[in-house]
C-alpha cells in the first residue's frame, strides 16, 4: 500500500526492472500480493480464492507466524494462473471488505526501464 502511496503522489512513476520481469500473460510470473486486515484473515483469504486464484497464501516470517507489514497488516500471496482483465480482477479483489490493497499497479506507471543482457530499454506506459 505505501509503494501505491508513493506511485500516485509522484509527478512521473518510472518502474526498473531486469529482463527476466518481462512476461507475455500478467499472472504467469509472480503472485498477486494483497494486503488485508488481520482480524479475519481466513475469511478474506477464503474469498480470495473465488477471484480465481488457484492458490492464496498468507505470507510468513520464517518462524512460521504471520508477516505483518509497516501497516501491520497481513499479505495474502494470491497464484493467478493467467490474468486476462487486470482491471476487473482488481475490482473484485478491492470490493472484499477487509482487503486494504493489492500489489496490482494499474494505470501509475509513466515509464518502464528494463535491464538486460543487450542494455536498458525504455517502455513508455
Known amino acids: 500500500m505505501r509503494e501505491k502511496i508513493v506511485a500516485v503522489s509522484a509527478r512521473k512513476f518510472i518502474v526498473i526492472v531486469d529482463e527476466s520481469k518481462i512476461v507475455a500473460d500478467l499472472g504467469t510470473h509472480m503472485p ?24 492464496c497464501v498468507p505470507r510468513r516470517n520464517g518462524d512460521g507466524s504471520l508477516y505483518m507489514t509497516d501497516n501491520h497488516n497481513v499479505i495474502i500471496d494470491c497464484d493467478y494462473e493467467r490474468i486476462d482483465d487486470p482491471r476487473a480482477l482488481a475490482d473484485r479483489i478491492i470490493s472484499i471488505t477487509g482487503v486494504v490493497d493489492h500489489g496490482l499497479f494499474l494505470d501509475m506507471t509513466t515509464e518502464v526501464l528494463v535491464a538486460g543482457a543487450s542494455g536498458l530499454q525504455r517502455l513508455k506506459a
Not at 498477486?32 to 492458490?55: D, F, M, Y
Open 32 to 55: 498477486v500480493p494483497v494486503e488485508i486486515i488481520p482480524w479475519g484473515w481466513e475469511r478474506v483469504e477464503n474469498l480470495l480464492k473465488k477471484t480465481g486464484a488457484k492458490s
